[in-house]
């Protein structure tokens, strides 16, 4: 793990985001973790948020994007934190996300910010992804406004498991895949597990390696 990961998984506890016990997932799984990225809530927690998507996107992503995509509504946010992170390192980076609805006044539109054009690459800054649900939603959208390519798909926290009983590949892999582009997470939750050490009961070691025999791949 690279210091930047052991940071963020501090941070995600720290802030309540990371939490181990009895959940359910939208998708209605019972899960022993839960990464609740709605609980981010300063400007802080934000500016922290940003330097570490900017850390994992130079690792995975350095030069292969001309704009940031933040999915509505969490991915906003998202996106305006990773962009105000690599303007403190003095890479000036233009963003852009969607309204729910089309607005049909003043400007219109479905997207706000950069107004995207033929040959832009966009790179997507999602939360977690679980299903694939957004990406699939907000694609389109993009696609509609130019010929773009989709440069990637970062996310915070890989949760390294199938979205369906058939999926022979995670979640993350398989919107990657369906949609030809390259994915990263700031960390698995792998990774998030062996750098929580102690920290972690063995009682919750063992609802999490039940649940990655039974979800994960």
Do not use: W
């Not at 832009?120 to 990406?135: C, F, K, N, Q, Y």
């Not at 597990?193 to 649940?211: F, N, W």
Request: charged share 25%; aromatic share 8%; with cysteine.
């Amino acid at each position: 793990m690279h210091d930047y990961q052991r940071r963020f998984v501090d941070f995600m506890v720290e802030a309540g985001v990371l939490s181990f016990g009895d959940f359910t997932t939208k998708s209605g799984r019972k899960t022993p973790y839960f990464v609740n990225t709605g609980k981010y809530r300063s400007g802080g927690q934000l500016a922290h948020l940003g330097r570490a998507y900017a850390d994992a996107i130079e690792r995975s992503f350095p030069d292969g994007f001309d704009c940031l995509f933040g999915p509505a509504y969490k991915g906003i946010p998202l996106a305006v934190a990773v962009a105000m992170a690599f303007a403190e390192r003095g890479r000036e980076v233009e963003f852009c996300f969607n309204r729910k609805e089309a607005k049909d006044h003043g400007e219109g539109g479905v997207l706000v910010g950069r107004q995207l054009k033929d040959g832009d690459r966009v790179l997507i800054v999602e939360d977690v992804t679980t299903a694939g649900t957004s990406i699939r939603e907000t694609v389109p959208v993009l696609r509609a406004a130019a010929k773009i390519t989709l440069a990637g798909l970062v996310v915070s926290v890989d949760r390294q498991e199938r979205a369906s009983e058939t999926s022979t590949c995670t979640a993350l892999a398989e919107v990657g895949a369906e949609f030809g582009m390259p994915t990263a997470a700031i960390v698995t939750i792998d990774e998030v597990v062996e750098h929580m050490g102690s920290r972690l009961t063995a009682a919750d070691r063992e609802r999490i390696a039940a649940y990655r025999a039974k979800y994960g791949v």
